[in-house]
């Protein structure tokens, strides 16, 4: 990959992030360091960092996020504030061998995306009620 410094601003920025930034987040962080780029810019240096494996894009209700971690993890979405969060891994590797061998298939990859209330809304939720 070419090196330029819209990449290395955008890759920063999602680096640097632990909210699964938007597109559009990323675009006005990096406008603060250079003013003349635009969000069609974000969008190519953010799709080929993506080819590269740099970082990943994580597609929730039609909208991409990115992540610079790598490890192996998990994210939960709050249907509430739609706020992502990631959560540790825990060993799925029997539920996959039982899958790999049901339906005769070999997994080489694997996202895992919960959904529910994050524990802010539900203490929100619990305010209202009282």
């Known amino acids: 990959m070419r090196y330029s410094k819209q990449r290395e601003s955008i890759l920063e920025v999602v680096n640097q992030s632990s909210n699964h930034p938007t597109a559009e987040m990323i675009y006005w962080e990096v ?8 969000l069609g810019t974000v969008y190519r240096n ?5 080819d590269a494996s740099l970082i990943k894009r994580i597609h929730i209700q039609d909208v991409d996020h990115y992540d610079h971690r790598k490890d192996e ?5 709050c249907r509430e504030c739609q706020t992502l969060y990631d959560l540790e891994a825990t060993d799925i590797k029997n539920l996959i061998q039982k899958v790999e061998k049901k339906e005769q298939v070999k997994i080489d990859d694997y996202e895992i995306l ?6 802010h809304c539900m203490k929100k939720g619990l305010r209202e009620w009282n």
């Open 73 to 77: 993890h998990y994210h939960f979405c």
């Open 114 to 119: 919960f959904y529910g209330t994050c524990m």
């Open 46 to 50: 953010l799709n080929a960092l993506v």
């Open 31 to 38: 406008k603060k360091q250079i003013p003349n780029i635009s």
